[in-house]
């Protein structure tokens, strides 16, 4: 029983804190108005996998950082030149011709896409492990059990792929007036700006804790 509670409150919180636009957010909005609604489900479900090693890191907590400082660094480091170089790549890739010829075959890289986008969110472990110290607060909600992590990790990974499975429908159906007021190309701007602004970010962080 409290497995479930778990992994409804779990969702719940995943559904509503992932709604802001990020990354994954606006690539799946954009493969929509490519007309691409599959691709557009295989990113929100590659950016909802990562949810689960994320939330497993968050559940171990300081134990885990503290086992592997030097990687985490590393790690930190070579994705400040990848961010900043997709948005490079991104403001100077040119719009499509006819954007309702429906791209093939991007399964694979959609879902490798997504899973992308939501790893180099480095403010996931974080944002969960700040929630599941407050769930410690409330007996109903500790999690003290293999079952009780299972059902936080569902819960974290299923929310968030529900509210990109939203955004996609939501995006479809208003795909219209959406192509009417906003272009491609701006989508492209945006997260090619998006994906600079947070490699910046990265950088400064990094080089004022080192």
Same mark, same amino acid.
């Not at 490798?112 to 769930?135: D, E, H, R, T």
């Not at 955004?167 to 491609?184: E, F, P, S, V």
């Given at each position: =029983?409290? *497995?479930? &509670?778990?992994?409804?409150? *779990? @969702?719940?919180?995943?559904?509503?804190?992932?709604?802001?636009?990020?990354?994954?957010n606006l690539?799946? &909005?954009?493969?929509?108005?490519?007309?691409?609604?599959?691709?557009?489900?295989?990113i #929100? /479900?590659?950016?909802?996998l990562?949810?689960?090693?994320?939330? !497993?890191?968050?559940?171990?907590?300081?134990?885990?950082?503290?086992? !592997?400082?030097?990687?985490?660094?590393?790690?930190?480091l070579?994705?400040?030149?990848?961010?900043?170089?997709?948005?490079?790549?991104? /403001?100077?890739?040119?719009?499509?011709?006819?954007?309702?010829?429906?791209? *093939?075959?991007?399964?694979?890289?959609? @879902?490798?896409? #997504?899973?992308?986008?939501?790893?180099?969110?480095?403010?996931?472990?974080?944002?969960?492990?700040?929630?599941?110290?407050?769930?410690?607060?409330?007996?109903? /909600?500790?999690?003290?059990?293999?079952?009780? $992590?299972?059902?936080?990790?569902?819960?974290?990974?299923?929310?968030?792929?529900?509210?990109?499975?939203? !955004?996609? *429908?939501?995006?479809?159906?208003?795909?219209?007036? /959406? =192509?009417?007021?906003?272009?491609?190309?701006? =989508?492209?701007?945006?997260?090619?700006?998006? @994906?600079?602004?947070?490699?910046?970010? $990265?950088?400064?962080?990094? @080089?004022?804790?080192?």
């Amino acid at each position: =029983m409290k *497995t479930i &509670i778990l992994f409804f409150v *779990t @969702f719940f919180i995943s559904f509503v804190g992932s709604i802001h636009p990020g990354p994954v957010n606006l690539s799946v &909005i954009q493969s929509v108005l490519r007309k691409n609604f599959p691709a557009a489900l295989w990113i #929100g /479900l590659g950016g909802a996998l990562v949810e689960i090693p994320y939330g !497993y890191l968050a559940l171990q907590g300081i134990h885990f950082v503290e086992r !592997y400082p030097t990687g985490l660094k590393l790690l930190q480091l070579i994705v400040i030149p990848i961010l900043i170089l997709l948005g490079v790549l991104a /403001l100077l890739r040119k719009p499509q011709v006819n954007p309702e010829i429906p791209q *093939t075959k991007t399964s694979q890289l959609s @879902f490798l896409k #997504g899973a992308f986008l939501s790893l180099i969110n480095g403010q996931l472990p974080i944002y969960w492990f700040a929630i599941l110290l407050n769930y410690q607060v409330y007996p109903w /909600l500790r999690v003290e059990t293999g079952w009780h $992590q299972a059902g936080f990790v569902a819960g974290a990974s299923v929310g968030s792929f529900a509210l990109q499975c939203t !955004y996609a *429908t939501l995006a479809r159906k208003y795909q219209d007036r /959406l =192509m009417k007021y906003l272009k491609i190309e701006w =989508m492209e701007r945006i997260i090619g700006l998006l @994906f600079i602004a947070v490699g910046i970010w $990265q950088a400064l962080l990094f @080089f004022w804790k080192s």
